[in-house]
């Protein structure tokens, strides 16, 4: 990891609190999942897939800083990392495609 000394040890104690954070978002993705019927479950899933994904370069970051910057506090981050993924805008897209289809 690059940084000071402090800013490594800061980002250190930050960082088992994102993937505890990555690990809660993505339990409530599973259990809502095991709840669901096709096609449902299989778009649920890929947000499942989206936030490991998303938790393997988060993780994998080597600075600091960015722990620091990004995730001291932590808010919505994981929610802001699966909506501005090209696979969650296009579910977004044929959901909204198919409401308007019903509505007429």
């Given at each position: 990891?690059?940084?000071?000394?402090?800013?490594?040890?800061?980002?250190e104690q930050i960082k088992?609190?994102?993937?505890?954070?990555?690990?809660?978002?993505?339990?409530?993705?599973?259990?809502?999942?095991?709840?669901?019927?096709?096609?449902?479950?299989?778009?649920?899933?890929?947000?499942?897939?989206?936030?490991?994904?998303?938790?393997?370069?988060?993780?994998?970051?080597?600075?600091a800083g960015y722990f620091?910057?990004?995730?001291?506090?932590?808010?919505?981050?994981?929610?802001?990392?699966?909506?501005?993924?090209?696979?969650?805008?296009?579910?977004?897209?044929?959901?909204?495609?198919?409401?308007?289809?019903?509505?007429?």
């Amino acid at each position: 990891m690059t940084g000071t000394p402090n800013q490594i040890e800061w980002a250190e104690q930050i960082k088992p609190i994102v993937n505890a954070e990555f690990d809660r978002v993505a339990a409530a993705f599973t259990a809502l999942a095991a709840t669901q019927p096709e096609p449902t479950r299989s778009e649920t899933l890929t947000i499942v897939q989206i936030i490991e994904e998303q938790r393997a370069e988060v993780m994998s970051n080597p600075s600091a800083g960015y722990f620091i910057s990004h995730w001291r506090e932590l808010s919505d981050q994981v929610r802001h990392l699966i909506a501005a993924d090209p696979r969650h805008k296009k579910m977004q897209l044929k959901r909204t495609a198919k409401r308007a289809t019903v509505a007429v």
